[in-house]
């Protein structure tokens, strides 16, 4: 029985405007690398069979990540698009031959094999789900004019992380859907998933170190991380 082929997207195309840098998020040196460096390297390292990496900046990632760092796992290097859902897209297309797909913001250096293995595992069975972790805050849902309108359980609250994990043809088909329609406020894939979706997305446990980095207060953070 021919084996089925997994792929993960690292998407790199961010321009890390809340930064407040020159120089893209995903590419600023944390302990002497690129933080998309350790993306890649946490994939170079896992059970994938393959890398698709989404950004603007082949050149500089081929040369300065790739090959300075041995990282030949991934096989293709697309340009990313205006918005995060057509990056996403953008990479779907090229991994067409693969069974499950694992899509990871590049800017998230702390992703573990044990995410990576955990997602892979779980896509197998419930054919979506996605990495987060439940929030350690009291969350307040606020109404038009600012005031706490609502309280939901901590406990079924929980912030998204990446890799988020599905099926091949589930994640192109409800993208195709997204793409067409282009309705307001989806910010991630398993939003995509959901609208207009029966399937459900599983929730698996990460890390709070899985952290985006965003923002200056972040990258000193991972930085404190690495130390």
Not at 37 to 66: G, M, P
Not at 198 to 227: M, Q, W
């Amino acid at each position: 029985m021919q084996k089925e082929k997994i792929t993960a997207i690292v998407l790199a195309g961010g321009n890390g405007t809340r930064m407040g840098s020159s120089c893209k998020k995903q590419y600023i040196l944390l302990n002497g690398r690129p933080i998309l460096y350790y993306s890649l390297k946490a994939f170079q390292e896992s059970s994938v069979d393959d890398i698709v990496l989404v950004t603007n900046e082949e050149e500089y990632c081929r040369d300065e990540i790739l090959e300075k760092y041995n990282l030949n796992k991934v096989s293709k290097i697309v340009s990313g698009g205006a918005e995060r859902f057509d990056s996403v897209y953008a990479g779907l297309l090229a991994a067409k031959d693969c069974s499950y797909v694992l899509i990871h913001d590049g800017a998230r250096p702390f992703v573990t094999q044990d995410m990576i293995q955990k997602s892979i595992d779980a896509v197998k069975i419930y054919h979506a789900c996605v990495i987060g972790m439940p929030v350690k805050d009291t969350i307040k849902i606020a109404d038009e004019n600012k005031f706490a309108d609502k309280t939901p359980k901590r406990e079924s609250v929980w912030q998204i992380q990446t890799p988020q994990t599905f099926s091949y043809d589930l994640i192109l088909k409800a993208y195709d859907k997204v793409l067409k329609e282009k309705p307001e406020g989806i910010t991630d894939d398993a939003m995509a998933v959901e609208y207009g979706n029966d399937t459900k997305v599983k929730l698996l446990s990460g890390s709070y170190k899985n952290i985006k980095i965003t923002t200056p207060e972040d990258l000193i953070i991972a930085e404190a991380f690495l130390r």
